[in-house]
C-alpha cells in the first residue's frame, strides 16, 4: 500500500529503526539508575562516614542520576 510517497514495508521497517534507538535510550537510563542504586547501597553500608555525610553523598548521587538521566528521558519523550 502505498500513502503520500511511502509504502507500508518502509513505514514498518522506519519504525523498527526508532523503536531501537529508543529501546537503548531506555537501557542507559535503567543503567545509570542501577549504578545510582549500588552506590547508594555501598553509602548506606559504609559504617565509617557519619549519618551526615552519608546524607550529604546521597543527595549529590540522587542530583547526579537526574542530571544525567534527564536529556536521556527528554529525547525519548518521556520527560516529566
Known amino acids: 500500500m502505498r500513502i503520500n510517497g511511502f509504502s507500508g514495508t518502509n513505514m514498518q521497517s522506519g519504525t523498527m529503526g526508532m523503536a531501537q534507538g529508543n529501546d537503548s535510550v531506555s537501557k542507559n537510563i535503567q543503567n545509570q539508575i542501577a549504578n545510582a542504586k549500588q552506590k547508594l547501597q555501598d553509602l ?5 562516614m557519619s549519618l551526615e555525610d552519608k546524607m550529604k553523598k546521597r543527595q549529590e548521587i540522587q542530583s547526579q542520576s ?9 529525547e525519548k519523550g518521556t520527560a516529566e
Open 44 to 48: 548506606s553500608s559504609n559504617e565509617e
Open 66 to 74: 537526574a542530571v544525567k538521566t534527564a536529556p536521556d528521558r527528554a
